[in-house]
Each structure stands twice: as C-alpha cells, then as structure tokens.
C-alpha cells in the first residue's frame, strides 16, 4: 500500500507542473521556394532561437507551393521565386497586401557536371547547342518552374530556345535540377547562382545577362486568414540585418525593404 504512494504523488505533482507551464504557440508555417532552403533554415533557426512563436518551414517550387495555399494549405507566410505566383495569390484574395514586398534577387548560370569540359560563350549563339551535342540540358519545369521559365526566357533571348526545347530535362524545381547535374544525369543545366554556390559537384560555366530574362525577384507575404501579427513578427525579421546577412553570405541579392505606410 505504502509503495503506491509515492508514484501517485510523482505523477499529481507533475500534473500540476504542467498545469503552470506557458502553452506552446503553434508554429508559424512558412511556404519557401525551393531556392532559398539553405539560407531559410538558417534564418528560421535564428529566429526561433528567441521567437515565443517557433517556425517551420516548407520548401517546394513556387507554383506548388502557391497552389496549395490557394486550395486552403495552413501557411502563415509566403516566399515566391518570383512576382508571377504570388501575383495569382493576390488575385485570389490569398495574401495580406499590404505585407507584400520584394526580398531577394538572384542571378542565373550554367552550371556543368564535373566531368564536362567544354568550353561556352553565351555570347555566340550555337556555343551552348554545340557543347552539348547530343545530350540533354537540365531545367525547371518551365510549364510552372520559375527557374525554368527564367531558363527559357533566357535560351528565347540567346536564339537557341526551338533548337533546345526538345532536349530538356524539366526537373520538379531548381535544387531538382542542381542534383540532376551534379550526379550526372545531365551535362549542362540552369540554375540560380546560390543553388551552384551549395554543391561541390557543380561549377559555373557561364553567367546569363541581366537582360535576358525578367528580373529574378523573391517576394513575401503574410498568408490571409492566418495569425497576422505572429507572421508580421518573421516577416519584420526576414526584412531585418539579422536574416539580411544570411541571406547576402548565401549569395543572395538583398533589394531595398519595402517603405512603411505613412
């Protein structure tokens, strides 16, 4: 009888501990494009190093992930690799506006497997079809994949998009696209800079000219009918110095915050 006094007593002092315990907020969920995952997992452990409200973060392409939050995904906030998806969220009625604003730019490369060793000059127009010769360049999707659809605006803008269009590999997104080069799958593919910058696997062979495609720009947002003030909080510190240095050591464009409404 004795012997079971103890345990019993154990367990109702601990139930009242718990009783006292602050409750845990719910994550904020943050929909990323695949793009930023190395720099977001940073970012997000910092933040959550202090934050009362933790985060967690997904990582997909842009459209998935813009699909999903248009069909009811429980986001908080969202990160696009380009202004297109989240365009279409904000003609849903799927974002907050007014928390929109652009984060981040990035650039786009070629990027070779290691054991190709041909030499391309963007500048000449058939370098990149005669380097490749009978193989198959590696890209985002570009039917939804915003770096494929910069990959194609880019290939339009050199000439060579009708002779290469067939001979694509059209990966899931762009960290798809970087493993389908760097194990070899394919020879040649198009990347953003700071997916190049994370494989060792991977070197860049040539730069595309800022002309030559639209303007890679990260926008975010707060998701709509989400808790607005704990996405305003990782929001306020994506847009910070703190988030702004990971993002910038990643390779990161940084672009100017977005002015307070007056």
């Known amino acids: 009888m004795l012997g079971s006094i103890k345990p019993l007593f154990l367990l109702a002092a601990l139930m009242a501990a718990q009783a006292f315990e602050p409750a845990r907020a719910e994550p904020i969920t943050v929909f990323a494009a695949a793009s930023t995952s190395s720099a977001m997992e940073e970012v997000v452990a910092r933040f959550n190093a202090d934050a009362q409200t933790p985060v967690r973060a997904a990582y997909a392409a842009s459209s998935t992930l ?6 009811g995904a429980p986001a908080s906030v969202y990160l696009s690799a380009n202004t297109a998806w989240m365009d279409y969220l904000e003609a849903e009625g799927a974002i907050a506006n007014d928390s929109r ?6 650039t786009l490369v070629l990027v070779a497997a290691p054991r190709f060793a041909e030499a391309i000059n963007l500048k000449d127009p058939e370098s990149l079809p005669n380097a490749l010769g009978e193989a198959r360049l590696a890209v985002g999707d570009p039917d939804h994949v915003p770096a ?9 803008s050199l000439g060579v998009w009708r002779e290469l269009e067939g001979r694509l590999v059209r990966a899931s997104d762009a960290r798809a696209t970087l493993a389908l080069v760097a194990r070899g799958e394919a020879p040649l593919g198009i990347v953003y800079e700071t ?13 595309f000219p800022a002309e030559s495609h639209p303007p890679i720009v990260y926008p975010v947002a707060a998701v709509a009918r989400q808790d607005k ?6 929001l306020a510190f994506l847009r910070g110095p703190e988030a702004r240095r990971v993002f910038e ?3 990161f464009t940084l672009l100017p915050p977005p002015r307070p409404a007056s």
Not at 148 to 156: D, I, K, V
């Open 229 to 234: 003030s704990s996405a305003e909080r990782f």
């Open 148 to 156: 494929g659809q910069y990959a194609m605006a880019a290939l339009t």
């Open 249 to 251: 050591r990643h390779g």
């Open 101 to 106: 604003g652009d984060l981040l730019g990035n």
């Open 195 to 207: 997916d190049a910058a994370i494989s060792p696997e991977v070197r860049v062979v040539a730069r």
């Open 66 to 71: 813009a699909k999903q939050i248009a069909n």
